[in-house]
T-cell receptor, first 112, second 112 residues
Framework: DAGITQSPRYKITETGRQVTLMCHQTWSHSYMFWYRQDLGHGLRLIYYSAAADITDKGEVPDGYVVSRSKTENFPLTLESATRSQTSVYFC???????????FGPGTRLTVL | GENVEQHPSTLSVQEGDSAVIKCTYSDSASNYFPWYKQELGKGPQLIIDIRSNVGEKKDQRIAVTLNKTAKHFSLHITETQPEDSAVYFCAGRNTGFQKLVFGTGTRLLVSP
């Protein structure tokens, strides 16, 4: 049972490049989330999805794009990476309303 | 929207001592309060949660208390062990929403 996985685990890129972070879950959870973790800010929600083809903005969506064509996948794309997007990114998923959120292992992204 | 504040940001205790981490929330409609533990290099993992119809919940050495009137909740760890060393996050959520709002985290260090 793989649960929720993220790839890559580490990524170094340059300013202006497009980067896609992948998230895959094997539980068929309806809801999926993307967070970024920065020192002093805790975990902040970037985007979330209630089901395939349904996405909505979180607290810090600027500079990010998401899609969800399949229930199990929820990729996060930085269309033109900036240094301020250097962070650790976590994907999470949960069942219907009220469920526990389960987090992936994270992707450490460095933008030079 | 909801705002969750967490204190202290760092906490050092001796093995066997108790540790208490406190969080306050702003939205009186919030009714679900989970606590997550994050070990180095890993994603956050749920350790205990409490809903607004309960004042206290215990699970072995950990407990959570909730004061709805004062809008604060606390994590209590008794008989701390070195493996309790980690970053702990509190969070709050409103009825009908899947979005969690996290505190900024507490780094707990348990010295042998």
């Amino acid at each position: 049972d793989a649960g929720i996985t993220q790839s890559p685990r580490y990524k170094i890129t340059e300013t202006g490049r497009q980067v896609t972070l992948m998230c895959h879950q094997t539980w068929s959870h309806s809801y999926m989330f993307w967070y970024r973790q920065d020192l002093g800010h805790g975990l902040r929600l970037i985007y979330y999805s209630a089901a395939a083809d349904i996405t909505d903005k979180g607290e810090v969506p600027d500079g990010y794009v998401v899609s969800r064509s399949k229930t199990e996948n929820f990729p996060l794309t930085l269309e033109s990476a900036t240094r301020s997007q250097t962070s650790v990114y976590f994907c999470a998923s949960t069942t219907s309303e009220g469920g526990t959120q389960y987090f992936g292992p994270g992707t450490r992204l460095t933008v030079l | 929207g909801e705002n969750v504040e967490q204190h202290p940001s760092t906490l050092s205790v001796q093995e066997g001592d108790s540790a208490v981490i406190k969080c306050t929330y702003s939205d009186s409609a919030s009714n679900y309060f989970p606590w997550y533990k994050q070990e180095l290099g890993k994603g956050p993992q749920l350790i205990i949660d409490i809903r607004s119809n309960v004042g206290e919940k215990k699970d072995q050495r950990i407990a959570v208390t909730l004061n709805k009137t004062a809008k604060h909740f606390s994590l209590h760890i008794t008989e701390t062990q070195p493996e309790d060393s980690a970053v702990y996050f509190c969070a709050g959520r409103n009825t009908g929403f899947q979005k969690l709002v996290f505190g900024t985290g507490t780094r707990l260090l348990v010295s042998p």
